[in-house]
């Protein structure tokens, strides 16, 4: 599965632009409360993005989102695609 970020707006690392770590998707699905300590294993990258990049990311890379640290807006959308069909209730 692939999601993919369009971005409405500039964003960076003073208003929250994504953080991945890269690789993070190799380790397979990963719980919730293993995901902290296997991202800070992992080399990081701020995907910084002007209006109208787009973003697009195995499923399982772990990513975050800081707290805006400015004004301005950080609006995306984010369109998820599965190349078989989803069990329910994700269908």
């Known amino acids: ?3 993919v970020r369009l971005h409405l707006d500039d964003t960076d ?3 929250g ?4 770590a890269l690789g993070s998707h190799l380790q397979g699905a990963i719980s919730a409360s293993s995901a902290a300590s296997l991202a800070a294993n992992c080399q990081t990258e701020i995907c910084a993005a002007k209006r109208g990049d787009v973003l697009v990311l195995n499923m399982l890379t772990l990513h975050r989102s800081a707290p805006s640290r400015s004004e301005s807006e950080r ?3 984010r369109i998820d695609f599965a190349g ?3 069990p329910e209730p994700l269908r």
Do not use: P, T
Not at 17 to 20: C, G, K, N, S
């Open 75 to 77: 609006r995306a959308i």
């Open 13 to 15: 690392s003073g208003n």
């Open 1 to 3: 599965m692939l999601f």
């Open 17 to 20: 632009a994504m953080e991945i």
């Open 84 to 86: 078989e069909a989803l």
